[in-house]
């Protein structure tokens, strides 16, 4: 992310302090990248560095003049209203875990008239998934429903989140809408919260924000000659009715046909992504140029009670694409076998097969069945430093051109870390009979690994196959496992040598057994 614009004339908010590399908190938390500016609170958010936990943070930077009354007294709301919030614990909102005020007991830079610390979202910004045009109305529903979610447990609880603004919100690399820097403006009230749920949906289906005080350099919302602000409908054609009318009703302070609550707009994105689910009609992300930023999506059910009716169409949906993807497959398969021309530009495909463990009886490999897609992929990175998370889905986009790649370490593995990986996770558990990589990246050392959970501990994921991957398509072939939903490539070495030492994965295919 670029550091962005100055804040203007705000006294502390250009503090030569706030700059990457940084020590806020007195000394405790060291800046890494900003990831936005709120002009409305004068709050500048950033991704730091605990340096007692050693752990990544999100700081929400309330910024002014410690003379300034107003500001300070606008700062000190802020804070208590995120320390009420902190016992609020939801997937959809990154949990407080400390507020800094000047009175604390902490040194406060000059300027710098509170912090809310929070814990950090991996993924990708909400600003960079629609840097190349607005999403399906299928991925733009599945979005928003966890943030929607955790907005109206949050009005139940009395509290208000404050979820009003691009910049604040992060995608994780699951493909959820999440609050990653908490902090409501002293103002705000639950309607602010609506309206911001119905402005991030009109964002996601238009490129568009349709409130004031939003980013530098994002499109502002067109307006009719009433001041009402235009329907998707009517910029992007193919946006849902229901979508498109619920995004422009969140946005109207009218009493007669305004949507006030957030309830409202779950049901009636529950209610397309059912229809979605029925009609095959969800479309992934479009990827297509090389150098965007996407997050990964998915189109499993987000985490909070649905209806059973919603899991039977969502499987049902599934189903559909898998089997869609088998006929794809055969079809690439027989052309494939009678075409002249290897597609394949990096060499031969290297099968790998697997060898029984010491004292273990040998066991026929799995049959393969047919390709299956995982229904998310991210990158597994044990120091929480993940290379290149917001480019991991390039390695399932069925685009061997477009790649995922680690970054260029100076040293191998394991001197700085012990491998990095990605992970797949599929809407149930499966039983795969190989995977197979087409790479450039000629040596790299990989394991196949099982997990529990996406985020399961290293030392708990269970070692399934091992490979040296040949430049072109290596072919893993597996032995007899228990299914799992989460499939993980570790990369134990990487490609080159000396200080260039670093792997391109282009594609991953995952083949189910019979």
């Known amino acids: 992310m670029s550091s962005g614009p100055k804040l203007g004339n705000n006294p502390g908010a250009n503090n030569t302090s706030l700059v990457p590399g940084g020590v806020i908190g007195d000394g405790r938390y060291r800046l890494l990248t900003r990831s936005g500016i709120d002009d409305r609170g004068s709050a500048q958010l ?16 309330l910024t002014g003049d410690l003379g300034d009354l107003q500001a300070a007294g606008r700062a000190r709301r802020t804070t208590e209203r995120a320390m009420h919030a902190s016992s609020f614990t939801h997937p959809g909102v990154s949990r407080v875990i400390d507020v800094l005020t000047p009175g604390s007991g902490l040194r406060m830079e000059e300027g710098v008239l509170g912090v809310v610390v929070a814990e950090w979202t991996q993924g990708t910004d909400l600003m ?9 109305a299928g991925a733009a529903t599945r979005l928003l429903e966890p943030l929607g979610a955790a907005i109206e447990g949050a009005h139940h609880a009395g509290l208000v989140l404050g979820a009003d603004h691009p910049q604040r919100i992060r995608v994780t ?4 809408l999440r609050l990653a820097f908490p ?15 119905g402005a991030i949906l009109y964002l996601l289906l238009t490129g568009r924000w349709a409130l004031p005080g939003g980013p530098a350099g994002v499109p502002v919302a067109p307006t009719g000659p009433d001041g009402a602000v235009v329907a998707p409908r009517a910029l992007q054609p193919y946006v849902p009715h229901e979508l498109s009318s619920v995004a422009v009703r969140s946005l109207e302070d009218t009493s007669v046909g305004g949507i006030r609550t957030s309830a409202a ?4 994105l529950d209610q397309i992504a059912e229809e979605e689910a029925q009609t095959a009609l969800i479309e992934p992300i479009s990827d297509e140029d090389d150098d965007g930023d996407r997050a990964v999506w998915t189109t499993q059910k987000p985490l909070g009670g649905r209806s059973h009716r919603r899991k039977l169409t969502i499987a049902v949906a599934v189903l559909a694409v898998a089997t869609l993807g088998v006929i794809a497959w055969l079809g690439v398969q027989i052309v494939s076998f009678f075409s002249d021309e290897s597609t394949n530009k990096g ?3 290297v099968v790998i097969g697997q060898s029984a463990s010491p004292g273990q009886s040998s066991t026929p490999a799995p049959v393969p069945a047919g390709p299956i897609q995982p229904a998310s992929v991210g990158v597994y990175d044990v120091t929480n430093n ?33 491998g990095i990986g990605l992970m797949a996770s599929f809407a149930e558990p499966v039983k795969l ?16 690994r099982i997990a529990a959970a996406e985020d399961a501990p290293l030392e708990e994921t269970k070692v399934i196959a091992t490979a040296t991957l040949s430049a072109g398509q290596t072919q893993i072939q597996l032995n007899e496992y228990e299914p799992g939903a989460h499939v993980l490539l570790w990369i134990t070495k990487l490609a080159g040598t000396g200080k260039d030492n670093q792997t391109e994965i282009g594609e991953l295919v995952y083949t189910r057994a019979q």
């Open 46 to 61: 950033w991704r730091a560095r605990d340096g007692q936990l050693n752990r990544d943070v999100a700081l929400t930077i």
């Open 128 to 136: 960079d998934l629609i840097t190349e045009g607005p999403l399906p």
């Open 173 to 176: 690399p699951d493909g959820r």
């Open 347 to 349: 060499g031969p495909t």
């Open 265 to 268: 707009i779950l049901q009636v």
């Open 433 to 448: 009979a190989s995977v197979t990589v087409t790479s450039k990246s000629a040596g790299t050392v990989v394991e196949i």
């Open 183 to 197: 902090g409501a403006r002293p103002e705000a009230i639950a309607r602010d919260d609506v309206k911001g749920l």
């Open 386 to 418: 993940p290379d290149n998370a917001n480019r991991a889905n390039r390695a399932v986009d069925t685009n061997p051109d477009t790649a995922w790649n680690t970054d260029n370490y100076f040293q191998p593995f394991p001197t700085l870390k012990p």
